[in-house]
């Protein structure tokens, strides 16, 4: 265990070691338009700010993706390129975090202000989400302009970015802060809002990035891995949605806000669908208030209706699926099981 440990805080150093020249060849690119030196410093400050400070599991799977697949033959060159790639899917996550952040009218993202909070910066963050995403095409042309699977790469990058921002406007218009409506909530909406806002990206981007350098072709193979992942990605967030609850503050790094932020999460849909008419006046009187009693109220309901214990059943049940698919797997198509068993190692029953 020691040793898998060690192994993997290697390898984050490895991928953290990329980043600032990536982030130079950015500053590179504004010296060649000739950018005034204040807005050159802006960039770099907005760069070290929004996208290396994150967990960096999302950009560290690619590289783990392409170890499992290449195996014995893999290169160092590989290793940087799925390096480079894995840094495009954190700049992708920056650029959806300082926007989203500015929707939700948010305080604090990874322990310090959001950037549009940050003095001196406020709608400023708008340009700068869209300078992130462009960062992504900058460096796709640089580094893989040469690749049979250039083109593949964009398309993807395409596709996901929509189906991320598809989630998203789901989830503005359906569980808006300051206008509380439940009946706009459905189990179903919720699964389509984790679906596109979070698993396309968080889960299948990250590896189908691998299979692309890998040289895997075979469309039933990528489709096979969103089999897979777009389910391990859903059970991801309905976990988020379990910990903002019931995690602790020490345990998830934060305060859960979700019952007073009026989000559309896995709980209230869990709790809608099995209220009674009484349960759900309280429901539809105290969800989504700024307000610790009507929380302390929702969380004592969600006590009574036994949403918890619905949760434990329903992890258990995506597990016993999940781990189904992977075991049914054709390795033959040049994907491994190794890969998504791997995926459900780091999250099945995580605490944080």
């Given at each position: 265990?020691?040793?898998?440990?060690?192994?993997?805080?290697?390898?984050?150093?490895?991928?953290?070691?990329?980043?600032?020249?990536?982030r130079e060849e950015v500053l590179a690119e504004l010296r060649k338009y000739n950018m005034p030196q204040d807005?050159?410093?802006?960039?770099?400050?907005?760069?070290?700010?929004?996208?290396?400070?994150?967990?960096?599991n999302r950009g560290i799977s690619v590289v783990?993706?392409?170890?499992?697949?290449k195996g014995d033959s893999v290169t160092e060159d590989d290793i940087f390129k799925a390096s480079v790639l894995g840094w495009l899917v954190e700049f992708l996550q920056a650029f959806f975090?300082?926007?989203?952040?500015?929707?939700?009218?948010?305080?604090?993202?990874?322990?310090?202000?959001?950037?549009?909070?940050?003095?001196?910066?406020?709608?400023?963050?708008?340009?700068?989400?869209?300078?992130?995403?462009?960062?992504?095409?900058?460096?796709?042309?640089?580094?893989?302009?040469?690749?049979?699977?250039?083109v593949d790469?964009?398309?993807?990058?395409?596709?996901?970015?929509?189906?991320?921002?598809?989630g998203q406007l789901c989830d503005l218009i359906t569980a808006p802060e300051d206008n509380v409506d439940l009946n706009k909530f459905s189990v179903e909406k919720h699964h389509f809002i984790v679906v596109y806002k979070t698993a396309y990206y968080?889960?299948?981007?990250?590896?189908?990035?691998?299979?692309?350098?890998?040289?895997?072709?075979n469309e039933t193979a990528y489709k096979?891995?969103?089999?897979?992942?777009?389910?391990?990605?859903?059970?991801?967030?309905?976990?988020?949605d379990y910990l903002d609850c019931y995690g602790t503050p020490e345990q998830i790094g934060k305060i859960g806000t979700d019952i007073q932020d009026n989000k559309c999460s896995w709980l209230i849909n869990q709790a809608l669908a099995k209220a009674n008419t009484d349960q759900r006046k309280v429901l539809d009187e105290n969800y989504g208030q700024k307000n610790k009693e009507c929380e302390a109220k929702i969380k004592a309901l969600f006590i009574e209706l036994?949403?918890?214990?619905?949760?434990?059943?329903?992890?258990?049940?995506?597990?016993?699926?999940?781990?189904?698919?992977?075991?049914?797997?054709?390795?033959?198509?040049?994907?491994?099981?190794a890969i998504f068993t791997e995926f459900m190692d780091k999250i099945y029953r995580r605490t944080k």
């Amino acid at each position: 265990m020691v040793g898998i440990k060690l192994q993997k805080e290697e390898n984050r150093k490895a991928f953290l070691d990329v980043y600032p020249t990536l982030r130079e060849e950015v500053l590179a690119e504004l010296r060649k338009y000739n950018m005034p030196q204040d807005a050159y410093e802006w960039t770099k400050q907005m760069l070290d700010y929004n996208v290396p400070g994150g967990k960096l599991n999302r950009g560290i799977s690619v590289v783990d993706t392409i170890r499992i697949l290449k195996g014995d033959s893999v290169t160092e060159d590989d290793i940087f390129k799925a390096s480079v790639l894995g840094w495009l899917v954190e700049f992708l996550q920056a650029f959806f975090l300082v926007s989203d952040d500015i929707m939700d009218t948010s305080i604090t993202r990874r322990g310090q202000p959001c950037w549009y909070r940050k003095e001196g910066v406020g709608m400023v963050a708008i340009n700068d989400a869209f300078i992130l995403e462009s960062c992504i095409y900058i460096f796709l042309k640089k580094y893989f302009k040469g690749t049979d699977y250039y083109v593949d790469l964009l398309e993807l990058f395409h596709e996901v970015t929509f189906q991320t921002e598809l989630g998203q406007l789901c989830d503005l218009i359906t569980a808006p802060e300051d206008n509380v409506d439940l009946n706009k909530f459905s189990v179903e909406k919720h699964h389509f809002i984790v679906v596109y806002k979070t698993a396309y990206y968080s889960f299948y981007l990250p590896v189908a990035l691998a299979m692309h350098m890998a040289g895997i072709k075979n469309e039933t193979a990528y489709k096979a891995s969103e089999d897979i992942l777009i389910p391990l990605g859903a059970y991801f967030q309905v976990q988020d949605d379990y910990l903002d609850c019931y995690g602790t503050p020490e345990q998830i790094g934060k305060i859960g806000t979700d019952i007073q932020d009026n989000k559309c999460s896995w709980l209230i849909n869990q709790a809608l669908a099995k209220a009674n008419t009484d349960q759900r006046k309280v429901l539809d009187e105290n969800y989504g208030q700024k307000n610790k009693e009507c929380e302390a109220k929702i969380k004592a309901l969600f006590i009574e209706l036994d949403i918890e214990n619905v949760y434990k059943a329903y992890e258990e049940k995506s597990y016993q699926e999940i781990s189904n698919l992977i075991s049914k797997l054709d390795e033959s198509t040049g994907l491994k099981k190794a890969i998504f068993t791997e995926f459900m190692d780091k999250i099945y029953r995580r605490t944080k």
